[in-house]
């Protein structure tokens, strides 16, 4: 069984004609332990990003850095000597998304450490890269419906 906790987020976001700020958090604490006395260390992830068209119309630009932390790992509520014994991570990212096509984009993103403070023995975090093609759906129907032809009965 593995060790389960809640999960909590919360973001802002503020708009600025063509540019857009945003931070956010992200904590799942461990509240629990398993049957065999392990407890996950709590973890925090946060992050501030600056986006933009930079005047481009099918273009947006991201940037920003992100901060992880995770404490130390306990068995039977003890930390111990050896095992996770916690690490902050500083990750800088940066994205280009293209609207080739409406509803569909790509976008081209990379994350990279720039420093980990890490206590005992702890795998290095690698740089990321990805390519993703996406495609919009407007489950509300909110979009603007183009005008409809008017029925035979209604045409003079």
């Given amino acids: 069984m593995r060790a389960r906790g809640p999960f909590a987020e919360v973001g802002i976001e503020r708009r600025i ?39 481009t119309p099918r273009w947006r630009f991201l940037l920003g850095v992100v901060a992880y932390r995770e404490e130390a ?7 111990e000597t050896e095992g996770n014994l916690g690490r902050t991570d500083l ?32 795998l290095n975090t690698p740089a990321i890269a990805e390519v993703t093609i996406s495609r919009s759906f407007d489950l509300l129907g909110s979009a603007p ?3 409809e032809e008017p029925s035979a009965e209604g045409r003079h």
């Fill in 91 to 122: 990750i800088v990212e940066t994205s280009a998304t293209w609207r080739f096509s409406d509803p569909w984009a790509i976008t081209a993103s990379v994350r990279a450490p720039v420093a980990t403070w890490a206590v005992g023995g702890q």
């Fill in 17 to 55: 004609d063509r540019f857009s700020a945003e931070g956010w958090l992200l904590a799942k604490a461990a509240l629990y332990r398993d049957p065999y006395g392990y407890q996950a260390g709590n973890q925090i992830l946060g992050g501030l990003r600056v986006a933009s068209d930079l005047w």
């Fill in 73 to 79: 790992e306990r068995w039977s509520g003890v930390i």
């Fill in 145 to 147: 419906r183009p005008a």
